[in-house]
């Protein structure tokens, strides 16, 4: 006689989310392949979980906990992977080859005590370098940091003025309003 209790397993049909998850059991796991949107067949025992696509195995995965995510890089496409295992290697790599101040600025940009908020912004930033160009994100990450500005809304706003060939103008003060007093108004008036 075993001494152990028979596992008997379950089947569930999770269907594949956007992020390539399955949920199982309230905990997630990622599924090879793009099959977004796709019904699954899942065996589910105590020790793993086995995920079938028309009737052919396509992952197993340990079994985790409720709440957990079991999410195996190989299974998202190489142009995700970086992004959502938070690969910041990958990601400054990606700003250098773009060019050598590109580079710097993220390295600045991510030089962070929790670097992984801070990679919006490098996304940011390499949107910017697909609509305006490697060399003009290049030369504007030069400039702002030989001012120490490291701010990719700034960068965003350089482009922007510059895209479309505005120059800074310098607008003339507006007229003093009626309503406001002037600073002649609240001057010290000594006794005499």
Not at 10 to 32: C, E, F, G, M
Not at 67 to 92: H, I, V
Request: contains cysteine.
């Amino acid at each position: 006689m075993p001494s152990t209790v028979f596992d008997i397993p379950t089947w569930v049909n999770p269907k594949v989310a956007p992020d390539r998850h399955v949920q199982i059991a309230k905990a997630l796991y990622s599924v090879p392949g793009d099959l977004i949107g796709q019904r699954l067949s899942a065996r589910v025992d105590a020790q793993t979980v086995k995920l079938y696509f028309r009737g052919e195995l396509i992952k197993v995965h340990p079994r985790i906990a409720a709440g957990r995510r079991q999410t195996d890089p190989a299974d998202l496409p190489s142009e995700l992977t970086a992004y959502a295992m938070r690969d910041l290697n990958t990601l400054q790599r990606r700003a250098e080859s773009h060019g050598t101040h590109i580079g710097i600025y993220t390295a600045a940009v991510l030089e962070h005590p929790l670097p992984w908020t801070k990679m919006r912004q490098v996304y940011r930033l390499l949107g910017l370098v697909r609509r305006h160009g490697a060399d003009i994100v290049d030369d504007a990450c030069r400039r702002s940091l030989d001012a120490e500005v490291v701010d990719v809304g700034v960068i965003d706003r350089m482009l922007a003025r510059g895209a479309t060939g505005q120059q800074l103008t310098l607008l003339p003060p507006p007229a003093p309003s009626r309503f406001v007093r002037s600073a002649t108004d609240f001057a010290v008036r000594r006794p005499s």
